[in-house]
Structures are given as structure tokens and as C-alpha cells.
């Protein structure tokens, strides 16, 4: 074989780093790879994938699982930033259509790096001029040179599977600056809560929300039913959450008991 299973775990030269990146587009390709069919490929030992497959893991850019690694999302996984950009579209343009309401000429808005705020980014440059602060390389990349949009990009660490800027240095960025709106969506909601796989996410975000004046959470039906590791905070710390249409009737009235500020998207009742 051309690495030796008892390599140290730490281990991370070129070989590595080029293995790991065809085993991540692999995985993404195919939505399911086997740990066994890996290392014939790559002629390295099963326990060698089996530590490619962790730090690929520890990254978002896949769920290890008996026998392989897939991109499918879980109920624990959601997913690298391509699978996101596909899970529930047509619900997360209904959001950003509810949420682009709240949006007037001359304000300064907050997007995070959730694929619903990239729902929103999508609408702004018809809402111009607008100041645009984000840390999502995607929505950069959208906005980047329209009219009307004075863009400013949030720099720091880059997460590749978040496509994404997230650390300290963002964290930094984000508190030397304060916004009108920020728009945000969150991994999942448990008990009335906001929860995340990733510390670094978590940091930012409460960056973000603490240098807003509005805080907007953007979020479809789909999050309720699942689960993350870190808490960010509870429903109540939000001015407003705008939910899709398909949340059952029995979650909307458990929102409302918590006191939590609620608009469907869709519906006939104005934008508070």
C-alpha cells in the first residue's frame, strides 16, 4: 500500500491533502461511498480512509457511516453548502419574498451564511441602494459589482464547506460595523431554541446579531425536525421569524405560546 496504516494520525502532507479532496468530490458525486472501495482506489489502508473520512467529517463535507461516508443530510448532518443550496428552494424564496418587505431604500442589512439569506441576497439589488455586510462567499459573489449595492465583504478564516468566512477575524470585522436588518436562518430549532453544528457558526452569528438593530430569522418547516450540537439562542431573541407555510398549524401555536414575534410567509397578515 502507498501509505502504511500505523501513520500517525496527525499526518497531513500533500498525498493526504489530495486524497482527502478526491474522496470529498467523490462522496458529493456519488451521495455514497464505501470505506472498503475507497481504499482499493486510493491503495491505502481501511483504517487510513477511516481517518481521511473524520477530518473530511470534522470539515461538514460529509457523514461517516457504517461502512462509507455519504452527503446526504441527516437529522445531525445538513449537508456541505452544495446539498443546502438544492434542500427546500421553493420554500426558502417564499421566505426571502416575506422578507425583502421589511427592506428599504438606503439601509444597511446583515445576510449570515445560510442558503435562505442567499434567497434574500437575490432580491436586494431590485431594492437599491442598499449597504450589503455578509460573510457568505456566495452571496459576495452575487452581489459583487451590481448597482445600487455598496457590498462589504466579511473577511477571516475561509471554511470551504460552509463556503464561508467564520473565526476570530470575522467575529472582529462584524463588531467594528452595525446594520439596520440582519437576515438569518439557523441549522435547527429544538425546544424553542436555535442549535448548530459548529462553535465557529455559532460566534459569528452572534456577531451578527449583535450588531443589528432588527434581527430577522428566516426559516422553513424542515428545521423543527432537526437536531444540532450548539445552542445560539432562543427564538425570543429574534424581532421577528418568518416560518413557510408548511409549518404544521400545532408548531405555529407552540411558537406563539413561547412569545415568539411570528409572520408566515404567504400569508394575508402584514409584516410587523
Known sequence: ??????????????????????????????????????????????????RDLD????????????????????AMYHGDVRHRLQAMAEAKRKLADAAVGLVSPGASIMIDEST???????LLPSRG????????????????????????????AYYPAYDAFLGLRTCDAIRSLHADVLFMSTTAITNG??????????????????SADRRVLL????????????????????DLVIVDSDTPEEQLTALRTRGVPLHVAGSDAPLP
Open 1 to 50: 500500500m502507498a501509505e502504511d496504516a500505523t501513520a500517525p494520525a496527525g499526518s497531513d502532507g500533500a498525498a493526504s491533502r489530495e486524497r482527502r479532496e478526491k474522496i470529498r468530490q467523490r462522496v458529493a458525486d456519488e451521495g455514497f461511498v464505501q470505506i472498503k472501495a475507497l481504499a482499493e482506489a486510493y491503495d491505502v489502508s481501511v483504517m487510513t480512509i477511516h
Open 55 to 74: 477530518v473530511l467529517q470534522s470539515k461538514g463535507w460529509l457523514r461517516k457511516i457504517r461502512g462509507g461516508a455519504t452527503a446526504q443530510p441527516s
Open 116 to 122: 435562505t439569506g442567499l434567497s434574500v441576497a437575490e
Open 129 to 156: 441602494p442598499l449597504t450589503v455586510i455578509t460573510n457568505f462567499l456566495a452571496a459576495v459573489n452575487l452581489l459583487a459589482g451590481k448597482p445600487d449595492i455598496d457590498l462589504i465583504a466579511l473577511g477571516g
Open 193 to 210: 431554541h436555535c442549535y448548530h453544528q459548529s462553535q465557529e457558526t455559532v460566534a459569528v452569528k452572534l456577531a451578527l446579531m449583535d
Open 219 to 238: 426559516v422553513d418547516h424542515s428545521k423543527f425536525t432537526k437536531n444540532g450540537l450548539h445552542q445560539l439562542a432562543p427564538l425570543t431573541a429574534f
